[in-house]
């Protein structure tokens, strides 16, 4: 019996990992579920699967948690950042599924690892921010992380059983998101509501927005380099719009490995819950013959050029990463209110980098100050 705490548990990811909870309960316990403000939704999750501690994100949501879960056993509600640390370091969970959006999940996820615990990745902007000293902290204590990226699960389950100083190189797929084939004249005129029209995956605003952009290509390939120790040289990304090819590695022998599947976020949560073992989601495998071509081309960097920030960002280390990641954030967020249009979001991630003065070897005060500067900065360019 695992005991999980699922941070994030109202979002795409954590719905899922509960859905996959309750299918084996005779194999996870939820032991703690922490949310934003969807009080609503976490009540529901609550009165179903009764965990010790519940956290959201301030007072007032707090008690409108106990109001509606008055019902329920002694359960502890935490809010704030300090809940959701609280939550990832409890001496009762095993493992804890970090999947808070954004830079939010940075302090949970090196609480957890601070612990030594199971993690099990879905924030990527943990390593994009702080990857040094997530990776030296889990290296530390003997925290173990496993990807639930359906990218890095691939490249995770490439890699299983082969000597990594075998590896000669990443291919990262992405679908290339709802604009793919836009004409990159109209993408000045595209609408929150037609960029959240992904072709393939069901996941949260912000992450859907990153996908349109290629963003979200670009803080994975520096989630990767942190993951698996390789250099920014040693990573290509490959555009694959049927999103049946998760992601594949090449050997030294010329061999390359892949893993292909539906595209169905159940299946990576489900193989970072249950590692080194599979379950039996009862999921179909791609029927191949009726597939017909699996596609991939290079990325267009002059039309996504949020993806060339993030490779620029990677390549240059330091607190360049935090910053395009807190930059784009802001971005984001004013795209989605209509504050701003989508062509502008890598032109105000591109002029807050310029503004920055990088900090060498970074601790996380550093990191901390980089991301509210950043933040800042960006509100002002808007």
Not at 47 to 54: I, T
Not at 195 to 208: I, S
Not at 285 to 294: I, R, S
Request: proline residues 5%.
């Amino acid at each position: 019996m695992k005991h999980l705490a699922i941070l994030g548990s109202t979002g795409s990811i954590g719905k899922n990992a509960l859905r996959i909870a309750a299918a084996f309960p005779e194999r996870f316990s939820v032991t703690a579920l922490a949310a934003g403000g969807n009080v609503d939704l976490l009540a529901e999750q609550v009165r179903r699967f009764d965990p010790e501690v519940a956290v959201v994100q301030d007072e007032s949501s707090a008690e409108a948690l106990r109001k509606r879960t008055s019902g329920s056993r002694s359960i502890v509600i935490f809010h704030g950042p300090e809940g959701y640390q609280a939550a990832a370091a409890l001496d009762s969970v095993d493992l804890v599924v970090s999947a808070m959006a954004g830079a939010a999940g940075l302090l949970p996820t090196l609480a957890a690892v601070e612990h030594g615990k199971t993690v099990a990745l879905a924030n990527k902007e943990s390593l994009v921010m702080a990857g040094a000293l997530v990776m030296d902290t889990a290296r530390r204590k003997g925290a173990g992380i496993i990807p639930i990226d359906s990218e890095h699960s691939a490249i995770f389950q490439c890699l299983s059983g082969n000597r990594r100083k075998d590896l000669k190189q990443i291919l990262l797929t992405a679908s290339g998101g709802p604009l793919l084939n836009t004409p990159e004249q109209a993408l000045k005129d595209i609408t929150p509501e037609t960029a959240l029209r992904h072709p393939n995956w069901d996941m949260g605003p912000k992450v859907t927005i990153d996908s349109a952009t290629l963003m979200n290509k670009g803080l994975e390939v520096i989630e990767a380099t942190w993951l698996f120790d390789v250099t920014l040289d040693m990573i290509r990304v490959v555009i694959h719009p049927e999103s049946i090819v998760h992601s594949m590695v090449v050997f030294f022998d010329g061999s390359v490995m892949a893993q292909l599947g539906e595209p169905d976020m159940r299946i990576p949560i489900a193989y970072a819950l249950s590692y080194p073992k599979r379950l039996p989601l009862e999921l179909s495998a791609p029927d191949f013959t009726m597939l017909g071509a699996l596609t991939f081309r290079d990325p267009d960097l002059k039309k996504f050029p949020c993806l060339a920030l993030a490779l620029e960002a990677c390549r240059a280390g330091q607190t360049y990463p935090a910053v395009l990641n807190a930059a784009d954030e802001v971005a984001v967020h004013a795209f989605l209110n209509h504050r701003l249009s989508l062509a502008r979001i890598s032109e105000v991630v591109e002029e807050t980098m310029n503004k920055h003065e990088p900090v060498s070897d970074p601790g996380l005060s550093d990191i901390l100050a980089v991301d509210g500067w950043a933040r800042q900065t960006a509100e002002d360019l808007l």
